[in-house]
């Protein structure tokens, strides 16, 4: 929104910084921290009075949950509305990019907010039923993904780009569009399982967010892409000022997330932030890198897979719990032991991520 008053500017004014999109991206990181801090304390308040025992906590969880009872969910709202306001205000909003990551996450915030608020308002675990999310999931992504494709460079239109090949491109026609809604459903679901321990879904997703920041930068920008090898799609820079602002709603959140938590996200948060990942991905072009830079939620959506098919064929189980956090939970890892070895697991995914772009 503050992008216009450049139009003002005569190139050596303060309104001359607007054009930059490397002080956008730093002020929206800063508004949206600030918009944390301000106003998380406040908002958890209202949802401990509004909820009353707060999120049910499961009857099979490993027993330190049940200390939790009583702990408000929905915490996503934080970050959605500092992520929001932050946008708004410091990204171009005449770039297609923008609305299309942006709306796809407001809009799997919304189907989080439909889950948390059955489960709070039921007491139990169940909430939306998975056949309902999944599908309102996979509607928006065909959305967001066919809007995507209508602005993508010709070259690029339906084609699948391989990391570390730099010409190789795979045309996959009209099946880009489901592969989007797998990428970006699959992404929301997989961030979603994670969100189990105080702080553990957060930082990987920051970390993420920030891997796929400067991916969005560096494929939106046609000399850097030229120079490192990478398929350009113009535009996409701009998308650095939400993943900017993504980080600063998440650190604002992950202050008052920290163990012991005063809220949780919920699906709120971890889907909305989950299909933000998956949409950044599909309109850099970049869905594979998605799966190393997000290796983490894959291995966690992939334990819960292995684990119910196998216990469906055999009626035994591989994992002590799954998600594969609650295994370690089982095994006696203390909380913050996972939370943390978990998060250095995704800042290593992050590097060889980011890897890709040079190795060509």
Known sequence: ???????YSDGGDFFNLFRYITFRAGMAFVTALIFGFVFGRPLIDFLRRKQGKGQPIRDDGPQSHFAKAGTPTMGGLLILSALTFSTLLWARLDNPYTWIVLLVTLAFGLIGFADDYAKVTKQNTKGVSSRVRILLGLVIAALATWAAAQFHPEALTGRLAFPLF???LFDLGIFFVPFGML???GSANAVNLTDGLDGLAIMPVMIAGA??????????????????????VPGTAELIVFASALIGGGLGFLWYNAPPAAVFMGDTGSLALGGALGAMAVCTKHE?????????????AMSVIIQVLYYKRTRKRIFLMAPIHHHFEKKGWAEPQIVIRFWIISLILAMIGLATLKVR
Do not use: P, Q
């Open 183 to 185: 990428v970006i459903v």
């Open 166 to 168: 730099k010409d190789a």
């Open 288 to 300: 594979i890198v998605l799966a190393i830079v997000g290796g983490l939620f894959v291995v966690e």
């Open 211 to 232: 891997t796929f920041g400067v991916i969005s930068y560096v494929v939106g920008s046609g000399y850097i892409a030229s120079y490192l090898g990478v398929h350009s």
């Open 1 to 7: 929104m503050l992008y216009w008053l450049a139009g």
